[in-house]
Structure formats: structure tokens, C-alpha cells
């Protein structure tokens, strides 16, 4: 049987690694939600009149984290001509083609 302390000493690792965890789904939803900023203004300038909501949605989950990371730096830095092409080659994706057909039917019903 673990004496206590081993038992305490085993449990840390576990511990730490919660917590690296929690902080990076913290990052994540922060880039992902200054991403969605930048997708919007994005898809409302592009596409005057549509629901950009479905649409943002489509387009950040097709994208990678790489992706994310640097629509999310356009929040700060400011939407480039690289940033609206970025948006645009994302939406043509068959994944988010598709998530945005299926969305904008449910929107429609």
C-alpha cells in the first residue's frame, strides 16, 4: 500500500496537468472568440445582409488552430487584405460549405 505521501507525490502530475489543460481551453476559447470578432466584421463587409452568426461558426470550426491564431492577432493588428482572403479560402472548404448549407436550411425552417 502507498504511504500518504507517495500517494500525495503521485497525485501532482495529474494535478499539474489539470491545470496546464484548463489554461489552454481558456486560450482557446479567447482566440476563438476575438477569431469570431474578426470573422464577422469579415463576413458582414463581404456579404451585407446575412446572418453572419451560422456562418462565423462554419468558418472557425473548419479552421485550424493556426488559423484561429491568426484571425484572433486581426483583433489587435487589424483586418489585412491576408486576413479577409484567410476568411475567404476557410468558407470554401467542403466542411464549411456544408455546415453552412445545413445552417442556413435550419435558419430558413
Do not use: H, W, Y
Not at 60 to 69: L, P
Amino acid at each position: 500500500m502507498l504511504s500518504r505521501a507517495k500517494a500525495i507525490r503521485s497525485a501532482r502530475p495529474a494535478a499539474v496537468l489539470l491545470a496546464v489543460l484548463s489554461g489552454c481551453a481558456v486560450a482557446d476559447n479567447l482566440a476563438q472568440d476575438q477569431a469570431k470578432t474578426v470573422v464577422n466584421s469579415v463576413v458582414e463587409s463581404r456579404f451585407p445582409g446575412v446572418n453572419v452568426a451560422p456562418v462565423t461558426d462554419c468558418v472557425i470550426e473548419a479552421a485550424s488552430a493556426g488559423e484561429i491564431i491568426s484571425l484572433a492577432s486581426a483583433a489587435n493588428s487589424g483586418v489585412t487584405q491576408q486576413t479577409v482572403e484567410t476568411v475567404l479560402e476557410i468558407s470554401t472548404r467542403p466542411e464549411a460549405v456544408n455546415c453552412i448549407a445545413e445552417n442556413g436550411l435550419k435558419l430558413l425552417a
